[in-house]
């Protein structure tokens, strides 16, 4: 055996691993006593989070719990997230790099702020946006593809008091139609479009597709990206040209405006057990809090490093990782455009390289497309500038995490498995880099302050071994505080299956996120995926009644079951399962309207990876749909249960179909 496939067959077995002791000497926390210290001190112990922040008047109180499950964070404190992503930095880092940008076409497009030029845009884009009318509290929607001025227009927003929503730009017309209404969103602001592997793609079409089916007057804002490639929409008279405004304000300064803490910051839409997506609201204090602290212990953020990640700011990692957590602590932070794969395979490692990138923070859905490319991409690239990496956003296998401890950080990085939702705001459940010994596939033990459990169906803690659900139970300052005017659902969905709904102890209230998990003898936790009706498709969230509903919608269609099955690179798969009305064929058209349907109602990511047609689907005597039968099929497993089918025949027949 070669010195390598010895290494290699060691790396195969090892199931534990401690924080390389280089890392630990410079980490930003790596005293043990940490979780004890926050155990004793809770809730003070977040002072620590907020003291990140400047605040223009100071909390009176850390946590109010008087009205759970609507807890109150740093009450009576002041504060603007624009002022604390940016302004404060001006003395001391104003000529350092905020936000490096890496567009396309590739090498040309490449832009950088510093934060004095994030300041200057920051501020007369928050001036332009008062001249069309936003005031504190109107909700301001983007729908913007991966290009600075996303972040910038965040940063307006949030300086002028005006929350946002973003809608990621791969969601469809009516996608963002049902949010902006939702969210009775007068204000837009969008692009022509954007490059994708080279290509020209329209996105103001899209955009102004999905303002036709608003019910109100919307007035947006069109940034020119595509320059002379641009598609020849024009603009509306309700619609207004990016640069024009900011042109008009230069050199315009706009005073933060002081928020109260518990104000709202945004808004972000994600998918739940219904067909309507849900707006999870974040707030001021709480929010920048907890991404701003978590960023600095578990990303280890510090403001000379170069942070890279990859993920697209349309969803919640974006947010909280890209723009909020690490601007909080004035580093710098990378924005990329494109894809992982164009050029060529290692364009994360060259622009690693490139760079210095010093974190790398993605999801397993990459990671796995990256093993499956080979290690010869990340070996053309010194990577030696990487001192942290991250995963997020669904479970990671032990063979993907070591594949990147070993091909990617060579063995000196600590991996942080980052388990968290668009509703904590920001990380729970994983490691302290510098401090935890890491055990491949496992997120690891609740930050300090946090109580996540592996409970059964009683709430009861199961024993190290077991696998249960995942709770949280006790607040935190990232919590969502509540679905956007629908405090009914908010506690319905989150509160009322582990809590003592009638009780105004905080201790009788539990934090349901939906997800199993098992948990060892050391306490650490595995998630091992959602337990609603929501599929985790490459690390994105999809209702699978939304899709549902899209195939339904298309002629000819009768009923219709969408369920997750297992996937390769991107975790699940859309597996859908359609009844067709009487006189339709399950035709290979009848399959493409369908797929289309699909992405016309949420998006391109959301498209069926199988289209089954069957004359029936297993139900129970109640008429309810059986899924995870479906499931077991799509993942061809042996079948669950059948005995309380109306229908058992109907399982085998699928079954037949599905691998003809
Ligand atoms: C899943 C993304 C296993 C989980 C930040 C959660 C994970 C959902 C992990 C949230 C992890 C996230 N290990 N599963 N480290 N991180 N998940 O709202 O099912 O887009 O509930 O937020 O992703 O997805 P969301």
């Given at each position: 055996m070669s010195d390598n496939t010895e290494l290699e067959a060691h790396l195969a077995e090892q199931d534990s691993f401690d924080p390389p002791a280089s890392?630990?000497?410079?980490?930003?926390?790596?005293?043990?006593?940490?979780?004890?210290?926050?155990?004793?001190?809770?809730?003070?112990?977040?002072?620590?989070?907020?003291?990140?922040?400047?605040?223009?008047?100071?909390?009176?109180?850390?946590?109010?719990?008087?009205?759970?499950?609507?807890?109150?964070?740093?009450?009576?404190?002041?504060?603007?997230?624009?002022?604390?992503?940016?302004?404060?930095?001006?003395?001391?880092?104003?000529?350092?790099?905020?936000?490096?940008?890496?567009?396309?076409?590739?090498?040309?497009?490449?832009?950088?702020?510093?934060?004095?030029?994030?300041?200057?845009?920051?501020?007369?884009?928050?001036?332009?946006?008062?001249?069309?009318?936003?005031?504190?509290?109107?909700?301001?929607?983007?729908?913007?593809?991966?290009?600075?001025?996303?972040?910038?227009?965040?940063?307006?927003?949030a300086r002028i008091g005006a929350p946002h929503s973003v809608v990621f730009a791969g969601f469809s017309a009516e996608a963002l139609a049902t949010r902006m209404e939702s969210a009775d969103s007068e204000y837009l602001v969008t692009c022509d479009g954007y490059y994708r592997r080279g290509d020209p793609l329209d996105h103001l079409g899209k955009a102004n597709e999905g303002l036709d089916s608003v019910g109100h007057d919307v007035e947006s804002v069109v940034v020119d990206r595509l320059g002379d490639d641009g598609f020849d929409h024009g603009l509306s008279d309700s619609q207004h040209d990016y640069d024009e405004l900011v042109d008009e304000q230069a050199g315009t300064e706009v005073d933060p405006v002081s928020r109260d803490a518990e104000d709202m910051l945004f808004l972000m839409y994600t998918s739940g057990t219904t067909g309507q997506p849900k707006g999870v609201k974040h707030t001021t204090g709480g929010y920048l809090s907890w991404v701003t602290w978590t960023s600095r212990a578990v990303l280890d953020v510090k403001p000379e490093d170069t942070y890279f990640c990859p993920a697209d700011i349309g969803w919640i990692t974006g947010h909280s990782y890209i723009v909020y957590g690490p601007l909080a602590l004035g580093t710098t932070t990378m924005m990329y455009e494109g894809t992982p794969d164009y050029p060529e395979r290692d364009r994360m490692w060259e622009i690693v390289d490139e760079y210095d990138a010093t974190q790398f923070y993605t999801a397993p859905t990459a990671i796995r497309a990256f093993m499956k490319w080979g290690a010869e991409y990340p070996e053309r690239h010194d990577l030696s500038s990487l001192r942290l990496l991250g995963t997020v956003g669904e479970p990671i296998n032990p063979r993907a995490w070591k594949w990147y401890y070993k091909h990617v950080g060579d063995e000196a990085c600590p991996i942080v498995d980052t388990w968290w939702q668009t509703e904590t705001g920001g990380m729970m459940v994983t490691g302290l880099p510098g401090v935890s010994t890491m055990k491949p596939g496992s997120a690891g033990k609740p930050l300090p302050g946090v109580d996540a459990r592996v409970v059964n169906m009683d709430g009861d803690p199961v024993e190290g071994g077991q696998a249960g659900y995942l709770t949280v139970n006790r607040p935190w300052p990232g919590m969502l505080r509540t679905l956007y005017k629908n405090d009914e659902r908010f506690v319905e969905e989150y509160w009322a299956t582990y809590s003592d709904t009638d009780s105004t102890d905080s201790e009788d209230w539990v934090y349901f996120p939906e997800d199993g998990a098992k948990i060892d003898d050391d306490g650490y936790i595995t998630v091992l995926g959602r337990v609603d009706d929501v599929v985790n498709v490459s690390g994105h969230r999809l209702g699978t009644m939304e899709i549902e509903s899209a195939i339904v919608g298309v002629e000819g269609v009768a009923e219709a079951a969408v369920v997750g099955g297992e996937h390769d690179v991107k975790g699940e798969a859309v597996y859908a399962y359609v009844i067709l009305e009487d006189g339709y064929d399950g035709t290979e058209e009848m399959r493409e309207e369908i797929v289309e349907g699909v992405e016309d109602a949420i998006g391109p990511i959301a498209r069926p990876e199988a289209v089954v047609f069957t004359p029936e689907l297993p139900k129970t005597r109640s008429g309810k749909i059986m899924r995870r039968l479906l499931e077991d099929i799509a993942n061809d497993e042996e079948l669950g249960d059948t005995s309380t089918l109306r229908n058992p025949d109907v399982v085998e027949d699928i079954r037949v179909t599905v691998q003809d």
């Open positions: 890392f630990v000497e410079q980490a930003n926390v790596s005293d043990p006593g940490i979780y004890e210290e926050f155990e004793q001190n809770w809730p003070d112990c977040w002072e620590r989070a907020a003291d990140l922040l400047d605040w223009n008047e100071p909390y009176d109180q850390v946590l109010d719990d008087s009205d759970p499950p609507f807890y109150e964070w740093f009450t009576g404190g002041e504060l603007n997230a624009s002022a604390n992503c940016i302004d404060r930095h001006l003395d001391e880092r104003g000529d350092e790099v905020a936000i490096e940008w890496i567009g396309e076409p590739v090498d040309e497009a490449n832009r950088t702020y510093t934060y004095r030029d994030l300041y200057e845009e920051v501020n007369e884009f928050a001036a332009a946006l008062r001249e069309l009318g936003v005031g504190e509290d109107d909700v301001v929607t983007m729908y913007m593809p991966m290009i600075p001025e996303l972040p910038i227009a965040m940063l307006a927003c």
